[in-house]
């Protein structure tokens, strides 16, 4: 028997062998997918849907947003930020009902949400755009119908109101935000139930900093209605901080 008959290796044994290591790899791969996409959960980024519309123009029913959840544990919040949060007691009454969705954009969530990056709970948050921060005195509306930070008044762009609307609020408010809460308001002034219609719930209207989950700067579906998410610094510029 020659020396290359002794050390040739049965073609079926290779063939397993080979299939066992592509299965091992397969395993570590899965695994190390899913680690990475828990801590990116976990410490980074989530997705979210809009159930409401609040927050439109900005943000139409059923988009899809990227939330930064450094934000505001690591990344401090400005005025300005769209913010997503937990309802602080009060605000849903009853939350909106599931919305019917394509079955490509629901196939899609359902695999985020099984890596971690999507959550089925997305009409149990709210979200708002942050006009005042922890002490800010916040005050509507002056003769021109504008809302004040601080004495400035805001000339805000983002704003959907009604052809027929004299200030950019219903009702009139004047405001101190307590310490580590947040005043809050929806883009679509008059048809939100933001920081100004819950003065009877347990947090009289405010937000928790606690509760922010994170702040929105991407809308990622659909398609045609990608982009960033401004909070439209020129807005807020010149505000002076808070009691100074």
């Avoid at 609040?54 to 930020?81: K, Y």
């Avoid at 679509?188 to 929105?216: E, F, I, L, Q």
Wanted: aromatic content about 8%.
């Amino acid at each position: 028997m020659t020396e290359e008959s002794m050390t040739a290796e049965n073609p079926a044994d290779r063939r397993r062998r080979g299939a066992l290591a592509f299965l091992r790899d397969l395993v570590i791969i899965v695994i190390v997918a899913l680690l990475v996409s828990f801590l990116v959960k976990t410490f980074l980024v989530r997705s979210f849907y809009i159930p409401s519309g609040s927050m439109e123009n900005t943000l139409q029913i059923d988009d899809r947003i990227i939330v930064n959840e450094l934000v505001p544990d690591i990344v401090d919040m400005q005025r300005g930020d769209v913010v997503v949060f937990t309802d602080p007691g009060g605000w849903l009454n009853s939350p909106p009902p599931a919305a019917d969705v394509p079955w490509i954009v629901s196939a899609w969530d359902g695999l985020l949400n099984s890596v971690g990056l999507s959550v089925s709970d997305s009409n149990d948050h709210l979200i708002k755009r942050v006009i005042g921060l922890p002490g800010d005195h916040v005050t509507c509306c002056n003769t021109l119908g504008q809302m004040s930070v601080n004495g400035v008044p805001l000339n805000e762009p983002y704003l959907l109101l009604p052809q027929s609307a004299q200030a950019v609020s219903a009702t009139s408010f004047d405001v101190t935000v307590p310490d580590d809460s947040l005043w809050v308001m929806g883009d679509n002034r008059y048809n939100s139930k933001d920081s100004r219609y819950n003065g009877n719930t347990p947090g009289k209207g405010y937000v928790p900093v606690d509760n922010v989950v994170g702040r929105a700067f991407v809308i990622s579906w659909p398609l045609a209605r990608w982009q960033w998410l401004s909070d439209y610094p020129e807005t807020f510029a010149g505000i002076p901080d808070a009691g100074s």
